[in-house]
C-alpha cells in the first residue's frame, strides 16, 4: 500500500496566500500525522482543520476496543493545533 506524506504534499501543492480547509478521518493515525504537521511546519498552511479524533469510545469497531486513546488525548490533539495557529475543530 502507498502513503502519502501529508506535509510534501502540502508544501508541493499549497501556497500560503490559499485559503486551506482540511477535513481528516484517518483512523487514528491522527496521533502521528498531527505531530508531523506541527514538526516540519506544514500546519502553517492549513487555515482550518476538521478532524475526526479516534478514541477508544469511537473507534472503527462496535463494541468500542481500547484503542489505547482516551478524551483527553483527542482534545490535546484540537489544542495543539489551535495553539499553533490551526483553527482546528473535532468533526464527530
Same mark, same amino acid.
Given at each position: 500500500?502507498?502513503?502519502?506524506?501529508?506535509?510534501?504534499?502540502?508544501?508541493?501543492?499549497?501556497?500560503?496566500?490559499?485559503?486551506?480547509?482540511?477535513?481528516?478521518?484517518?483512523?487514528?493515525?491522527?496521533?502521528?500525522?498531527?505531530? /508531523?504537521?506541527?514538526?516540519?511546519?506544514?500546519?502553517?498552511?492549513?487555515?482550518?482543520?476538521?478532524?475526526?479524533?479516534?478514541?477508544?469510545?469511537?473507534?472503527?469497531?462496535?463494541?468500542? /476496543?481500547?484503542?489505547?486513546?482516551?478524551?483527553?488525548?483527542?482534545?490535546?490533539?484540537?489544542?495543539?493545533?489551535?495553539?499553533?495557529?490551526?483553527?482546528? /475543530?473535532?468533526?464527530?
Amino acid at each position: 500500500m502507498r502513503a502519502l506524506d501529508l506535509a510534501d504534499f502540502l508544501r508541493r501543492r499549497v501556497d500560503r496566500r490559499d485559503y486551506v480547509v482540511l477535513k481528516l478521518d484517518v483512523e487514528s493515525a491522527e496521533y502521528t500525522l498531527v505531530p /508531523h504537521l506541527l514538526q516540519t511546519g506544514a500546519h502553517r498552511l492549513i487555515d482550518e482543520l476538521f478532524m475526526e479524533v479516534h478514541t477508544d469510545l469511537n473507534s472503527c469497531c462496535w463494541p468500542p /476496543h481500547n484503542s489505547g486513546r482516551h478524551r483527553a488525548d483527542a482534545l490535546r490533539l484540537i489544542q495543539e493545533l489551535r495553539r499553533a495557529g490551526v483553527y482546528a /475543530h473535532e468533526w464527530i
